[in-house]
């Protein structure tokens, strides 16, 4: 342990500091709006799991509204596309305004380990120099006020929005059609369906009155050019009201592809759901087929699941899986990634009701 984490008053600020960005008795109650049976499956889940993880007392949520943040940013990549059993969704949720504080401290990380603007992808871990910078960016991550969501959904699971059967993806793809927002083939709707609702639910869960909502989702089949962006973004404009609270107003809605020319700043925050989603898809296939102790994961991955082992002094974790058990029945369950060593310079803060 460091000389100044061992300083008491050195402690003792950054236990006010964790305290003051913790969110503190959350309010879980997002689904109000409608009947229960009226809410997709995947939000349903959602909500379901943030309380039952609540209620283990193992739930910390990130206080965005705290040193005056005004703004929420949203940033979400996806993987399962290629190979694997299941379909990630990840998400990061975090406070606009603490963004830069967070680039500084990867542009360390970019320096140190001569990255350029290499982009921190989960396919390029074959990259020594990347899988050395890893552990430096992950501490940074760590230290960015915000809410890391990820949702792994058993590919055997046809669509998280009605009937297990085709009728119901041809009955979402009418209705998207329907309302001008058509255009996709109907296992594109599902995917945007389930991003969608996802990012308005989490968007719902930790915006405040007043605040402004931006968006980045990485480049991806669903919004591959801008009339599929726009016509996302008015699909997220629809939604958002089903999981908004009464009398939350939100000033301001953007949403954007990365930025061409590249902006390093917002591709380094894209880049923890991207890491996050990938080795998240990787693991939970092979769980399906080996004993955990058994389970190699990709050259990397392995120190992006340590990382989700433990929330951050700013950053905080979870991660859910929908699937489908023996008897063909969709549950639900939160993955569990624990240490069986405690890294020694660990420092455990603890966070007061």
């Not at 908004?244 to 990365?258: C, D, H, K, Q, S």
Request: glycine fraction near 6%.
């Amino acid at each position: 342990m460091s000389q100044q984490a061992e300083d008491p008053d050195y402690k003792r600020r950054l236990i006010e500091f964790a305290n003051h960005l913790a969110l503190k008795h959350p309010d879980l109650n997002i689904l109000r709006n409608h009947p229960r049976n009226e809410y997709p499956i995947l939000t349903e889940s959602l909500e379901c799991l943030l309380r039952e993880r609540d209620a283990k007392r193992k739930l910390i949520l990130p206080n965005l509204s705290a040193f005056g943040n005004n703004a929420i940013g949203l940033f979400s990549d996806y993987s399962g596309e290629s190979s694997g059993n299941y379909y990630a969704y990840s998400v990061l949720v975090c406070g606009y305004n603490f963004i830069s504080t967070f680039s500084e401290k990867a542009n360390r990380v970019r320096d140190h380990f001569h990255l350029g603007d290499k982009e921190i992808a989960f396919k390029d871990f074959g990259m020594g120099q990347l899988r050395a910078a890893l552990p430096e960016y992950l501490s940074a991550a760590d230290t960015l006020p915000g809410f890391l969501c990820t949702v792994a959904v058993d590919k055997r699971i046809k669509t998280l929005f009605g009937p297990q059967d085709k009728s119901t993806s041809k009955k979402l793809v009418e209705l998207l059609e329907e309302n001008r927002l058509g255009g996709r083939k109907s296992r594109e709707v599902e995917k945007l369906l389930r991003i969608v609702h996802m990012i308005a639910f989490l968007a719902a869960l930790l915006v405040a009155d007043g605040q402004k909502l931006f968006w980045m989702s990485d480049n991806d089949a669903v919004c591959a050019n801008s009339k599929l962006h726009e016509s996302m973004m008015a699909l997220f404009d629809r939604v958002l009201p089903i999981y908004t609270r009464p009398g939350v107003t939100l000033p301001l809605i953007g949403g954007a592809l990365p930025f061409n020319p590249r902006s390093i700043e917002m591709n380094d925050l894209l880049s923890l759901p991207d890491i996050v989603a990938g080795s998240i898809a990787q693991y939970l296939s092979k769980t399906d087929t080996q004993k955990k102790e058994d389970i190699v994961v990709k050259v990397g991955a392995e120190k992006v699941l340590c990382f989700l082992a433990r929330d951050g002094i700013g950053l905080k974790k979870t991660t859910f899986v929908i699937r489908l058990n023996a008897d063909g029945i969709i549950e639900r369950g939160t993955v569990d990634v624990s240490l069986v060593n405690q890294p020694s310079n660990a420092t455990f803060i603890p966070i007061f009701d």
